[in-house]
């Protein structure tokens, strides 16, 4: 824990698997969601969703085309701050503790990617007809090394106050969202976590884990929440410390498979009757980047699940997921 963090007054417990989170007929589910929405263009620093049908984004709508069953949640940042995820001020980045006051790379300016400033953008993500939005932070930036890693060190109180923006945000938008965070990077703070309900939010995306082997009883190791359920939506109890009061539920989605994983791992997930929850980013370069390329092996895949698997499986969603069994 860095020197400046607040320790949480929750503690957070993995819970049950919903008995019920699968519909009647069905033995598997898979749900598709992106990350980094935000209105920046081709004429920026990257085009991040805000060339539209013109940019990466026409190519979610060829995989949505190809796959009218499919849906896709769409992580959208309020208010995009961040221009480059890696420490442009070496000589800083390179000083312990001093680093962690302040930030290491440009950013671009409060409101710049302010989403309720770029309708045109807000317009084109409501009328795409198979996606929902939910929310991936405020400015998706922080000061010290791990700058895509927004939500660190704050309160309870801070993260009410962070969440509430990214509510005003949306709302001047007026772009509905389903009510849930994929947090920058899958860092969850308990903090966060125990500032969620009362803010009405009843799911989280934290953990992704795209190498540990498939069980029906594998946990998450790798980024985000660890010693969650791998291939299952769960609930996880708050806990406010010293008690044994459960202040509220929340049900995490994990991610379990990205542009790196093998087909071999998407077809032990359904035939194990777990949720094949796949992660993309619109951020170029990143391993998992919308892109022809990614887009175009998710069309194989679906088109064999779709083969194989027939109307067992379940198209879904984290939102309808949340909304079936919360």
């Keep these: 824990m860095p020197p400046t963090a607040i320790p949480p007054a929750v503690t957070i417990l993995p819970d049950q698997i919903p008995a019920n989170w699968l519909p009647a007929g069905k033995n598997a589910a898979v749900c598709f969601t992106i990350d980094d929405l935000h209105p920046q263009k081709s004429t920026d620093y990257y085009e991040s969703g805000g060339d539209l049908d013109k940019g990466v984004l026409r190519h979610l709508l060829f995989l949505l085309r190809r796959h009218p069953k499919l849906r896709v949640t769409l992580f959208t940042t309020a208010d995009w701050r961040e221009i480059s995820s890696k420490p442009t001020r070496k000589l800083l980045a390179a000083i312990p503790q001093l680093r962690d006051k302040f930030f290491l790379a440009p950013r671009f300016p409060k409101g710049a990617m302010q989403l309720d400033r770029h309708p045109e953008f807000v317009r084109f993500l409501k009328n795409i007809e198979q996606a929902e939005i939910a929310l991936h932070g405020l400015y998706h930036c922080h000061k010290g090394l791990r700058i895509p ?20 945000i949306f709302k001047s938008a007026d772009l509905p969202w389903e009510p849930g965070i994929c947090p920058p990077g899958w860092d ?33 190791n790798m980024s985000g929440l660890k010693n969650a359920a791998l291939l299952f939506p769960q609930k996880i109890k708050i806990i406010r410390n010293g008690t044994t009061e459960t202040l509220a539920e929340v049900l995490h ?18 035939e194990a009757g777990g949720l094949l929850s796949v992660k993309a980013h619109i951020t170029p370069g990143m391993l998992d980047s919308v892109c022809e390329v990614y887009m175009n092996y998710l069309d194989l895949l679906f088109t064999e699940i779709e083969r194989r698997f027939g109307e067992t499986i379940w198209w879904t969603s984290t939102g309808e997921i949340t909304r079936k069994t919360m």
Aim: charged fraction near 25%; glycine fraction near 2%; avoid cysteine.
């Design 188 to 220: 969850a703070p308990d903090n966060l976590l125990a500032a969620m309900p009362a803010a009405g939010l009843r799911f989280v995306a934290s953990a992704r884990d795209v190498r540990t082997a498939i069980s029906r009883d594998a946990k998450t």
């Design 253 to 270: 989605f994990p991610t379990n498979f990205q542009a790196t994983s093998e087909w071999a791992r998407a077809m032990e997930i359904i």
């Design 149 to 168: 890693v927004e939500f660190q060190e704050q309160s309870e109180a801070q993260f009410g106050e962070i969440l509430a923006e990214i509510f005003r």
